[in-house]
């Protein structure tokens, strides 16, 4: 099945500093790709839709200055947390529907700020 | 707005069947998907249901009814390895935009 990863799996930074999360679709192109925000023992919220080309859509309630994303090409998105904070410590995962619209998951980032 | 419900846990006996229900309320509903998610891990797939009826895949089965807002994940012949959180997750309105339960939390015990 097709294959979306992303890196780094983990980073801990202090807080204020920016951290870039990649995520990639290995072997499809997706023109789409979802940035999710997992806390401890809670379920995925959707934060924001990358679209190759053009501005993401964010979900309400998402500080699309803190949190940047860039969809440059068809198999890359980056989600930039900047001036990170304790409260951004969280799980963060993408995902993209391949051409059969299946959803495929990256293995997620856990982000731990200082 | 969306509103998915799921019980928070659930336990079963290794071996047993065990019945998740998901319930929800969107407008232009556009299909239901099921996901196990392991600690620490992502979700990996595991069903996807856009008409109503039951589909069966090996061990796991998922029904839907739309009229309804139902959806059950059905694990039969279950297994130690089977312990890991259910997330029922809904797709609507925009394209592929995916909202989820809260899922979940199954344990297998022996």
């Known amino acids: 099945g097709a294959v979306v990863s992303q890196h780094p799996s983990w980073v801990i930074c202090k807080s204020g500093t920016s951290v870039k999360i990649e995520c990639r679709s290995l072997?499809?192109?997706?023109?789409?790709m979802f940035w999710y925000r997992q806390f401890p023992k809670q379920s995925l919220m959707l934060m924001a839709t990358?679209?190759?080309?053009?501005?993401?859509?964010?979900e309400q309630g998402v500080e699309k200055d803190k949190f940047l994303i860039n969809h440059a090409s068809l198999t890359l998105s980056t989600l930039t947390v900047t001036s990170a904070h304790p409260e951004d410590s969280s799980f963060y995962i993408c995902?993209?529907?391949?051409?059969?619209?299946?959803?495929?998951f990256g293995p997620g980032t856990r982000l731990t700020v200082l | 707005g969306q509103n998915i419900d799921q019980p928070t846990e659930m336990t079963a006996t290794e071996g047993a069947i065990v019945q998740i229900n998901c319930t929800y309320q969107?407008?232009?509903?556009?299909?239901l998907f099921w996901y196990q998610q392991h600690a620490g891990e992502a979700p990996t797939f595991l069903s996807y249901?856009?008409?109503?009826g039951l589909e069966e895949k090996g061990r796991f089965s998922s029904f839907l009814s739309r009229s309804k807002g139902y959806s059950y994940l059905l694990l039969k012949e279950l297994q130690m390895k089977d312990s890991a959180s259910y997330l029922c997750?809904?797709?609507?309105?925009?394209?592929?935009?995916?909202?989820f339960g809260i899922g979940t939390k199954l344990q297998v015990i022996p």
């Open positions: 995902s993209a529907f391949d051409r059969t619209d299946t959803q495929y």
């Open positions: 072997d499809f192109q997706a023109t789409t």
């Open positions: 990358s679209n190759e080309g053009s501005k993401a859509t964010y």
């Open positions: 969107t407008s232009g509903f556009n299909g």
């Open positions: 249901n856009v008409l109503d």
């Open positions: 997750a809904v797709r609507s309105g925009g394209y592929q935009k995916v909202t």
